[in-house]
C-alpha cells in the first residue's frame, strides 16, 4: 500500500513547514511510521518516528528543538512539523513506516511513501 506525502514546497530560512503522510487503511496493525530524508548527493537519513499505539517519538539530534512529529488516529495521519528551517534541511522527505520495533536505519522500515521535496534558500 502506497502511502501518501505531502506538505513540501520552498521556503525561507526561519520558515516553517508542515509535512503529511497519509496512509489508506486503518494503521493499528503497524508499529511505526517514520520520515527520513535525502539532501542532494547525500544518503537517506533517519528525522523522526512516532509509534503508533502511544504517540512515543524520537527525534534526530539535529533536528530537536525545531520539528516535531505527531498522529491522527481519526484520519490515519502522521505530521512533521518543520520549524526554524536552515538550508541544510533541503532534502527530499520519505515518510515510511514498520510492523516491528525499529530504529534509524532505513532498511528497518517495510512501506515508503513517494517523498516530497523541502527547499531552504538562504
Known amino acids: 500500500v502506497q502511502l501518501q506525502a505531502s506538505g513540501g514546497g520552498l521556503v525561507q530560512t526561519g520558515g516553517s513547514l508542515r509535512l503529511s503522510c497519509a496512509t489508506p487503511e486503518r494503521t493499528f496493525s503497524w508499529y511505526q511510521m517514520g520520515w527520513f530524508r535525502q539532501p542532494p548527493g547525500k544518503e537517506r537519513e533517519f528525522v523522526a518516528s512516532?509509534?503508533?499505539?502511544?504517540?512515543?517519538?524520537r527525534l534526530a539530534d539535529s533536528v530537536k528543538g525545531r520539528f516535531t512529529i505527531s498522529r491522527d488516529a481519526v484520519k490515519n495521519t502522521v505530521y512533521l512539523q518543520m520549524n526554524s528551517l536552515k538550508p541544510e534541511d533541503t532534502a527530499i522527505y520519505y515518510c515510511?513506516?514498520?510492523?516491528?520495533?525499529?530504529?534509524?536505519?532505513?532498511?528497518?522500515?517495510?512501506?515508503w511513501g513517494q517523498g516530497t521535496l523541502v527547499t531552504v534558500s538562504s
Open positions: 512516532i509509534r503508533f499505539r502511544d504517540a512515543k517519538s
Open positions: 515510511a513506516r514498520t510492523m516491528r520495533v525499529a530504529g534509524v536505519d532505513p532498511g528497518e522500515y517495510s512501506n
